[in-house]
């Protein structure tokens, strides 16, 4: 697989979408977690409540965070725990290679872990001479196969088990099998004997309560269980948004998230961790550090309309439910964050210059909102993204045209051409559909102007080489029909009907308004039935 980047991603989505097992991959498993999740759902009569209190403690944790974070560093660290805060990547990794490092680790175990993925924590333990082992199933499949994660808690969504026993066969040397019991006891196998030989464990962080200083992690293997017990060092890498007030809180996310995820009522593990160990015979590591990761956090926390994104839990019931995500995964995003939330949280990680085309990766339909166990507002965060996005080419535009200037060259070039014709299109737009006269006129010399262009009720072979010179219709066209305006407008229906009807406004039914069809209009004195009640 090629380098995918952000900037890449309309090539891509292009590729992804030629990728016929990569999509049948994905319909099974998005269409198998949203019936999941679902069913999970309608099992609790009281999920809209739990939805919103979740929201709500989420909310009041992002408004006080500094206050949370204090509470929590306190009393981890009251109970052995040693936490390090990391303003970047950077930080992070030097933290972490650092601790490594002053310990001679060699080999290190790694349970799964999307904030270890965004600061790209294994290249840097690696350039260090660390040998670092996912194990999580999934990771551990795309980690062989020297790929990212292309689903926030399914990595490797997107590997069918044919591939997966390709890929064991080519890198661990076992015979092809289609058996995934056989698949799964052959890595289960591999990964015990890391375990036992490992220096340090790296986690990350699904929660970590304010009040008590514990770290709550959620897994369905037993491996995060035995990468944070086994090894002597634990390091927990935690986003600064993973806090909660109160321990009591967990009994809401612990409602809301493998439902939302996987479907499940709870996962099969969940791993409390409340400081050291205090005595010799006692689970758990001698050491324990966590890192506090901001990496831009501070940044979406300072916007009351991205601060939103933060209450994110990672649950991936947005990638599922999207129509995007559906039909290209998580590769073609070109970042650690796919989908929905991803198109949202990675232009504000790496910046909007870079990840620009990514908030343009969704049609707006508000399935990610609607299945959010946070409540969410992703439309809304892909919108304001997007107007600041216009916002900074506007100014950008007018910063280079006045350079040019400056320097006696041509000011604009073509992309600044194609914004300025954009705006100046919508503007226009604007005016007609601000103006009932103006509507109703362009209307009929669109239907005029139509009739050379139209060819078995669809806009012809003349009207596609038109709009292929128009760039924006040529786009819509190149793979889709464009359906000629309706011979009679609604609006004169609706005159006519009231006409020949004698009735008034208030006896027409809601019918009514859909028995137009483009060119095929109603005959004028068709019979409506006599509304209700009358
Ligand atoms: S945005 Fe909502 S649905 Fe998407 S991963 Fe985050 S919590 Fe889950």
């Given at each position: ?28 498993a ?41 509470e ?35 080999k ?17 333990l ?16 795309i980690?062989?196969?020297?790929e990212?994660?292309?689903?926030i ?56 309560v ?16 035995l ?47 409340t ?16 890192v ?26 947005c ?9 290209i ?12 939330i ?16 990514l ?9 990610c ?40 060259e ?15 299109a ?29 060819s ?37 229906l ?15 039914n ?25």
């Amino acid at each position: 697989m090629g380098h995918l980047t952000t900037e890449t991603f309309d090539a891509n989505a292009r590729a992804a979408l030629n990728d016929g097992q990569l999509r049948g991959a994905l319909r099974n498993a998005t269409s198998l977690f949203g019936t999941r999740r679902l069913a999970a759902a309608n099992g609790l009569p009281n999920w809209q409540d739990l939805r919103t209190e979740a929201r709500a403690i989420k909310d009041e944790v992002l408004l006080h965070l500094d206050k949370y974070l204090e509470e929590f560093v306190t009393n981890a660290e009251s109970r052995g725990a040693q936490v390090h805060w990391a303003r970047d990547a950077k930080e992070a990794n030097e933290i972490v290679c650092g601790l490594a490092n002053e310990r001679r680790a060699r080999k290190i175990v790694k349970s799964k872990s999307m904030v270890t993925e965004e600061i790209h924590l294994n290249v840097a333990l690696e350039n260090e001479g660390i040998e670092v082992i996912e194990t999580d199933l999934g990771e551990y499949i795309i980690q062989l196969a020297g790929e990212a994660p292309s689903h926030i808690i399914v990595p490797a969504i997107h590997k069918t088990k044919k591939q997966i026993s390709e890929l064991f066969t080519e890198k661990l040397g076992i015979e092809p099998t289609d058996d995934v019991d056989r698949l799964t006891s052959v890595a289960r196998g591999l990964l015990r004997q890391r375990f036992a030989a490992a220096d340090i464990g790296i986690s990350g962080v699904n929660f970590g309560v304010a009040e008590t200083g514990t770290i709550l992690i959620l897994e369905n293997e037993g491996n995060v269980r035995l990468t944070t017990s086994l090894p002597k060092v634990h390091i927990a890498v935690m986003g600064i948004e993973k806090i909660l007030p109160l321990f009591a809180d967990l009994d809401v996310f612990l409602k809301l998230l493998p439902r939302s995820g996987t479907g499940q009522q709870l996962t099969t593990y969940q791993s409390l961790i409340t400081g050291t160990k205090r005595k010799h015979t006692d689970e758990g590591p001698e050491e324990l550090h966590i890192v506090l990761l901001d990496n831009g956090r501070s940044r979406m926390l300072a916007h009351p309309v991205t601060r939103q994104a933060l209450a994110c839990i990672r649950c991936g019931a947005c990638l599922n439910a999207c129509p995007v995500y559906q039909q290209i995964g998580g590769h073609a995003y070109g970042s650690v964050y796919p989908g929905p939330i991803g198109a949202v949280i990675t232009p504000q990680l790496i910046g909007l210059g870079k990840a620009s085309q990514l908030t343009y990766a969704s049609s707006l339909c508000g399935a990610c909102r609607e299945v959010c166990p946070v409540k969410i507002d992703i439309p809304e965060l892909l919108l304001h993204l997007r107007a600041e996005i216009t916002e900074g080419e506007k100014t950008k535009g007018g910063r280079q045209k006045a350079e040019g200037r400056e320097r006696g060259e041509a000011a604009a070039g073509g992309r600044i051409r194609k914004k300025r014709m954009e705006r100046v299109a919508f503007q226009i737009y604007a005016v007609v559909m601000g103006s009932p006269g103006l509507y109703e006129w362009n209307a009929k010399a669109g239907r005029l102007f139509q009739g050379v262009l139209m060819s078995e009720g669809r806009i012809g072979k003349v009207g596609a080489a038109l709009s292929r010179l128009a760039p924006a219709l040529g786009a819509w066209t190149s793979a889709r029909d464009l359906r000629p305006i309706a011979q009679r407008s609604f609006r004169e229906l609706w005159r006519d009907g009231l006409a020949s009807d004698g009735q008034s406004e208030s006896t027409l039914n809601e019918g009514d308004l859909f028995t137009g069809t483009a060119g095929a209009p109603p005959a004028a004195s068709a019979k409506r039935e006599p509304s209700r009640g009358r």
